[in-house]
């Protein structure tokens, strides 16, 4: 089967980025991002409208997602580790996560579905998938219980109140600290703060995740094997209530790369490396996160 020309130059971005240590910065042609105005996004769902539209919204995503994993387009393989998640499930927290693939946010909701209650899942999302992404994904991107992460600061200021109140409320919310997607890109990358931020402020604890994958013998329609999930849940990382929000951040983001790395090493059975040979922020971020 031909192979997608748009999947083979992302894979070659991606080539190219880890060689220079640019970790953090985007390999898919998404559409330009229009700045969110400030009041332009409810947050916390706390008008009618727009419970009504969530509410309908996660219907139609829910029907959609389990279609494909019913034909085989989305294969979670086996969830490991749901203890740790159950062990925080009656409180606020993170829930951090590897981003390879559009489809992993349902991975992860799937994995805890059963355990959510009448809960929902929140996913904090780059500005423009909520602004300026087109068709069916556009719909699920701006009414799926989705916290868009805003350029003005107005709008950011907005989120950060709105994360503190949803993780006061006992919800979860995913967010991807290695921020862009990397398709179908195997090891975990360097990690941004923010999410770590958002959990220290609140004094909630972050639930690390982190999906390993494996070849199947079915091919998608981009010329390349399906991959089949295994969700690795792992043990959640508290804020010491002895240091400030900035010390509490360092520290819970460094954990959760060597949390992820560790699971990394042992699935695949080989030592997490990168080709990366351009001295920048980014490689010494890694450099000081491996030393750890």
């Not at 355990?115 to 423009?128: A, C, D, F, M, T």
């Not at 010329?223 to 929000?245: E, R, S, W």
């Not at 010390?247 to 695949?268: D, F, G, P, R, S």
Request: glycine share 6%; hydrophobic share 35%; net charge positive.
């Amino acid at each position: 089967m031909e192979q997608s020309l748009e999947r083979l130059l992302v894979l070659e971005r991606i080539k190219e980025y880890e060689k220079k240590g640019y970790f953090d910065r985007d390999v898919e042609n998404d559409p330009p991002t229009t700045p969110l105005k400030p009041g332009q996004v409810d947050y916390t769902l706390k008008k009618l409208s727009s419970k009504i539209s969530s509410e309908i919204a996660n219907r139609v995503a829910k029907n959609y997602f389990d279609k494909l994993i019913k034909q085989g387009q989305l294969i979670i393989k086996e969830v490991k580790g749901l203890e740790n998640y159950l062990s925080v499930a009656d409180k606020g927290a993170m829930i951090t996560c590897n981003h390879f693939n559009a489809f992993d946010n349902y991975a992860v909701f799937k994995a805890i579905e059963k355990s959510l209650g009448r809960k929902r899942l929140y996913k904090v999302i780059r500005e423009g998938n909520y602004t300026s992404f087109p068709g069916l994904y556009g719909y699920f991107f701006r009414h799926c219980n989705t916290l868009p992460l805003g350029s003005n600061i107005a709008v950011l200021r907005e989120l950060m109140v709105a994360v503190d109140v949803l993780l006061k409320r006992g919800e979860k919310i995913l967010i991807y600290p290695e921020q862009g997607m990397w398709w179908n890109y195997r090891k975990p990358r360097p990690l941004k703060e923010g999410a770590f931020r958002f959990a220290a402020r609140a004094g909630a604890p972050v639930v690390p995740f982190f999906i390993t994958m494996e070849d199947t013998e079915t091919y998608g329609a981009d010329g390349f094997p399906l991959q089949a999930y295994t969700v690795h849940i792992l043990k959640p990382i508290y804020p010491d209530t002895n240091k400030n929000v900035k010390q509490n951040a360092l520290e819970m983001k460094q954990k959760n790369y060597l949390a992820w790395k560790e699971v990394y090493e042992q699935t695949y059975g080989i030592p997490l490396t990168y080709t990366t040979v351009t001295e920048n922020k980014c490689t010494t971020q890694q450099q000081s996160q491996q030393q750890m």
